[in-house]
C-alpha cells in the first residue's frame, strides 16, 4: 500500500461513489465545468450571432421597402438609398448630440432611458430608449416613407418589429418581425410574409385622430384591422398594443405629428 | 469491458440491425418534426450525432466517478450543456437552418436515444468503444432521417436539397407535388412503412405478439 496521498482531489476521488461528500463534490466539479463551457461558448459566439442578426434585419428592412408598390422608383430616384436619423422620441425630433455611430453608447447609459408608468407601458417594456434610430425616404422635401422599430410583449417574450408609414403618417406600409420567440406554428406565425401581408393599406387612426388600429379576432373586417392568427390571441394582443404604444403620445406621436406639420 | 471488442460490428450494427430508430423506436420526435426537407434533416443527424459521440466520451472518462444517485442528472447537464453549445454554434454559423430547426435542437437534451445510450452503454464501457457505439447509433438515427427527409423533400416539393429533380407541373413540368408529404402524418407514415420493410427483411426483428387469438370455434349448432 502506497503511504496517505496528500493530493486533495485525489482523496476525493478515491472515496466511495456513495459517499455525501463524492456526490456533492461531483454535482460541482460536473455543473461548474459545464458552465464554463456553456458561457464560454456564449461568449465566444456572441459577436458572430450579433453580425447574423444585423444583417438579417437589414435584409428584412430591404425585403419590406421592396414589397412596397412603388417604392423601387421612389428609392432609385433618392439614390436608392434611406437616410438614417436618430430621433429624440420626446420632442419628436432629429436628436442634436446623439448620432448613429454613438447611439449604443448613449442608451448604455440609464439615464437615456424613461420608465413608463404601468397606465402608459401598453407595451409591456418598463421603459423606453429616449432616442431611436429611425429610416427615412424622403421625395422632394416631404417625407415619403418611415420605417419605424417597434417593440412590445408577445405571448413567449418580446417581439421587435419594424413598421414602415406612408408619407400621410396614417397609412401603413408595411410590418417586419425582425425578432420574437412565440410558440413555432402558432404566435411564430407573426414571421410569415402571409400574415405581415394583410398590413399595407391599414389606417392606424380614425377622422377624429384616435388610434384604432387592432389585430382582428378573427379576420380583419375594418380598414384599421389586420387578420389575426388562429390560437395565437396574445400574440395578436400582443401586437396591437404595442403598434398603439409606439404610434401614441409616448412613442413616436409626437414625431409623426411633426412630420405630419412639415416641421421635420 | 466486453470479451472481445470489434470495431466494426459495434459501427454498424446500429444502422440497420440495431437501428434505434426503426428497431428501439427511439428519438422519433424530432426524426419527425426536421425530415421536411434534406438540408434540416442533415444538420439535425449531424448535431445529433456530434452530441451523442460527445456525451459519451465524456460520462464514460467520468464513469467510475459518478455516484449512482446522481448519475442521471449528471448525465442530463453534460448532454443539456453539449446541447446548448451546438445550438450556438449552429446559430452563428448556420443561421438559416437554425431557424428552420428552431426549438428541436434544444430538445436533443430530451431526446430518449442520446440517454439511452449514455446509461445503457457509456456507463459501463471504456471511452473509446462508448465513442464508437454513439458514433454507430448517431449514423443509424441519421440514416433513418435522411431516407425520410428525402422522401419527404423528393415528393413534396419535387427536390433534393433544393435543388428541383423533378419538374413540376406548375413551371411546365409533369410532376405534381404531394402536399401531404410535407406535414407531420406523412412522416408516421413513412416510418411505418420503413419499420414494416425491416421488420420484413429481417423476421427476427417483429416483437412477439402480445396476444394470442382466439381459436375460431365451429359454429353452435
Known amino acids: ?210 388610434l384604432r388600429f387592432r389585430v382582428a379576432r378573427g379576420t380583419a373586417s375594418t380598414v384599421h384591422e389586420v387578420d389575426g392568427i388562429t390560437g395565437a390571441t396574445r400574440t395578436g394582443l400582443g401586437v396591437t398594443k404595442m403598434v398603439r404604444f409606439w404610434m401614441g403620445p409616448e412613442g413616436y406621436g409626437p414625431l409623426l405629428d411633426a412630420i405630419t406639420r412639415g416641421e421635420f | 469491458m466486453p470479451a472481445r471488442f470489434n470495431v466494426w460490428t459495434t459501427l454498424t450494427d446500429p444502422l440497420i440491425r440495431q437501428n434505434p430508430v426503426t428497431l428501439q423506436i427511439l428519438g422519433i420526435c424530432s426524426a419527425l418534426a426536421v425530415t421536411t426537407s434534406l438540408a434540416t434533416a442533415l444538420t439535425m443527424s449531424v448535431s445529433l450525432t456530434v452530441v451523442l459521440t460527445l456525451a459519451a466520451g465524456v460520462i464514460s472518462l467520468i464513469r467510475r466517478h459518478i455516484p449512482d444517485t446522481i448519475r442521471l442528472i449528471v448525465q442530463i447537464v453534460i448532454v443539456a450543456s453539449l446541447v446548448i453549445v451546438i445550438d450556438q454554434v449552429l446559430q452563428a454559423w448556420f443561421a438559416e437552418i437554425s431557424k428552420a430547426l428552431s426549438v428541436y435542437v434544444g430538445l436533443i437534451t430530451t431526446n430518449c436515444l442520446v440517454l439511452g445510450r449514455t446509461e445503457a452503454y457509456a456507463r459501463h464501457h471504456a471511452p473509446l468503444p462508448a465513442m464508437l457505439d454513439a458514433f454507430g447509433n448517431g449514423l443509424g438515427y441519421s ?23 423533378l419538374p413540376l407541373a406548375d413551371q411546365g413540368g409533369w410532376f405534381t407535388p404531394l402536399n401531404l408529404m410535407l406535414l407531420a402524418p406523412s412522416a408516421f407514415f413513412l416510418l411505418g412503412f420503413l419499420v414494416w420493410t425491416v421488420r420484413a427483411l429481417l423476421p427476427d426483428q417483429a416483437e412477439a405478439r402480445e396476444h394470442t387469438p382466439p381459436l375460431a370455434r365451429e359454429p353452435a349448432e
Open chain 1, 1 to 210: 500500500m502506497a503511504g496517505r496521498d496528500w493530493n486533495p482531489l485525489r482523496r476525493v476521488l478515491a472515496l466511495p461513489n456513495e459517499s455525501r461528500a463524492k456526490t456533492i463534490f461531483m454535482a460541482f466539479l460536473v455543473s461548474g465545468l459545464c458552465a464554463a463551457m456553456v458561457s464560454g461558448a456564449t461568449v465566444w459566439l456572441r459577436p458572430i450571432q450579433a453580425a447574423n442578426r444585423a444583417a438579417e434585419e437589414q435584409a428584412r428592412i430591404a425585403a419590406l421597402v421592396a414589397g412596397i408598390p412603388g417604392m423601387g422608383a421612389l428609392l432609385e430616384q433618392s439614390g436608392g438609398a434611406l437616410s438614417t436619423v436618430v430621433i429624440d422620441l420626446a420632442g419628436g425630433r432629429a436628436a442634436a448630440e446623439v448620432t448613429s455611430a454613438t447611439l449604443e453608447d448613449a442608451l448604455a447609459d440609464p439615464g437615456n432611458w424613461t420608465a413608463l408608468e404601468t397606465g402608459q407601458d401598453l407595451a409591456g417594456l418598463g421603459q423606453r430608449p429616449d432616442f431611436v434610430q429611425i429610416y427615412l425616404l424622403r421625395d422632394g422635401d416631404r417625407v415619403s416613407l418611415v420605417l419605424l422599430p417597434i417593440s412590445g410583449q408577445g405571448y413567449g417574450g418580446r417581439i421587435d418589429a419594424i413598421m414602415a408609414l406612408q408619407g400621410d403618417m396614417n397609412t401603413v406600409a408595411g410590418l417586419a418581425v425582425t425578432n420574437h420567440s412565440e410558440t413555432p406554428g402558432l404566435g411564430g406565425r407573426i414571421e410569415e410574409s402571409a400574415w405581415q401581408a394583410s398590413f399595407p393599406g391599414t389606417e392606424l387612426r380614425d377622422d377624429g385622430k384616435t
Open chain 2, 143 to 165: 440514416l433513418v432521417l435522411m431516407v425520410i427527409g428525402g422522401l419527404r423533400e423528393l415528393f413534396g416539393k419535387g427536390a433534393l436539397f433544393g435543388v428541383q429533380v
